[in-house]
């Protein structure tokens, strides 16, 4: 794997759901649609996220720079860049802690993939002390030596982040379209509606359900984000009512989705597609 997973997850979501739903409207009869800001639905318990760092986002990398107030109009005015840098840590997966960063260039500066640059002023993403957005200071000097940590997968070395907390050195991975803010804006805020507090006692789960073609096959599994009522319990699996809200993946951020009960007390697996939306 060349590029760490959190730094194209969400393109490469976005790419996917285009092609299904252009898919879907080339088909006789279509496919049934995700179901409407507000309406209720059948849904299955897919996560039970306890803290921030659980909520699966798909532009977590640049949630950092929506922070520090980057949106659509300031990536197209300039150039943003996406990268990582990493850390040898015996705790985490392969022994390397990643963390992401994006930069505003000014103008002028060339930064081909692999480039190193030097980033002071970090922002960092609520709850993630690994996703930065920080300020442009320098290009750096090719990586070599003692600034080089080789991934367990792949050839490529990658760059230390060095640094005193408040600066980074990062590699540069690609260039960030503006259209992607719009949903790293969305995503962001979604995420920062709920407390620790409801995250810690179970009150936000994940749901989804399942959409068919008109041939009876699956197409799209639509993700909430959904808060729950006071003094239900819920576990993975479970089936529930639900009134519809910003669906994950998507640029609307509220309504927040909403469990209105509990539909079946029987596990129904940690699969997605464990139920279809009606």
Request: net charge positive.
């Amino acid at each position: 794997m060349d590029e760490p997973e959190h730094c194209s997850h969400g393109r490469r979501r976005h790419v996917a759901l285009s092609a299904c739903i252009t898919l879907c409207a080339a088909l006789v009869g279509g496919c049934e649609s995700t179901p409407r800001l507000g309406s209720v639905v059948t849904a299955s318990v897919i996560e039970l996220p306890r803290n921030r760092s659980e909520l699966p986002t798909s532009y977590g990398a640049l949630h950092a720079a929506v922070r520090a107030g980057v949106g659509r109009a300031e990536a197209e005015r300039a150039r943003l860049v996406l990268g990582e840098c990493a850390e040898p840590d015996p705790s985490a997966r392969d022994g390397i802690r990643w963390h992401t960063a994006t930069a505003l260039l000014p103008p002028g500066v060339a930064t081909p993939p692999g480039t190193l640059l030097d980033l002071v002023g970090l922002t960092s993403a609520a709850g993630h002390g690994d996703r930065h957005h920080g300020k442009f200071a320098a290009v750096a000097p090719p990586l070599a030596g003692a600034d080089a940590i080789r991934a367990p997968f792949g050839d490529r070395l990658h760059t230390r982040c060095g640094g005193s907390g408040r600066s980074l050195r990062m590699q540069v991975r690609r260039e960030v379209p503006g259209w992607e803010m719009d949903f790293a804006a969305a995503e962001a805020r979604r995420h920062g509606s709920v407390t620790d507090q409801e995250l810690a006692t179970g009150r936000i789960v994940l749901l989804s359900c399942r959409l068919r073609m008109a041939d009876g096959t699956d197409w799209h599994s639509p993700v909430w984000l959904a808060r729950v009522p006071a003094g239900l319990q819920l576990r993975q699996g479970q089936v529930v009512r639900l009134q519809g809200g910003a669906t994950e993946g998507s640029k609307d951020f509220q309504p927040l989705a909403q469990v209105l009960d509990l539909e079946s007390t029987t596990a129904a697996g940690r699969s997605t597609s464990a139920v279809r939306c009606s």
